[in-house]
Nanobody
Framework: VQLVESGGGLVQPGGSLRLSCAAS????????MSWYRQAPGKDRELVAA????????VPADSMKGRFTISRDNAKKTAYLQMNSLKPEDTAVYYC???????????WGQGTQVTVSS
């Protein structure tokens, strides 16, 4: 199993980024996919998750309306679209997969997102 995140980088406040998580080594279409993030000195937190049938959640009020998760089963890739980025969104973003949301089995290596002017 391999999960490879990409798309991170430096962006100004108010900007947008789209992260990608390319998956291999398992039957992508039957697994849930999630994005977490971890800022320095803070616990890892759930950003967004999407089930195998496409149902999605963005639990935190601070990210609702700004972040959207999606998946392309044909490309075996999950995405995180992030708009109206704020400095407090700065973190390492990780994708993971499991048979259901909230039960991750495998993690990617993470991609750094820095929001700064």
């Amino acid at each position: 199993v391999q999960l490879v995140e990409s798309g991170g980088g430096l962006v100004q406040p108010g900007g947008s980024l789209r992260l990608s998580c390319a998956a291999s080594g398992f039957t992508f279409s039957v697994y849930a996919m999630s994005w977490y993030r971890q800022a320095p000195g803070k616990d890892r937190e759930l950003v967004a998750a999407i089930s195998s049938d496409g149902g999605s959640i963005v639990p935190a009020d601070s990210m609702k309306g700004r972040f959207t998760i999606s998946r392309d089963n044909a490309k075996k890739t999950a995405y995180l679209q992030m708009n109206s980025l704020k400095p407090e969104d700065t973190a390492v973003y990780y994708c993971n997969t499991g048979l259901r949301i909230g039960a991750p089995l495998y993690w990617g290596q993470g991609t750094q997102v820095t929001v700064s002017s």
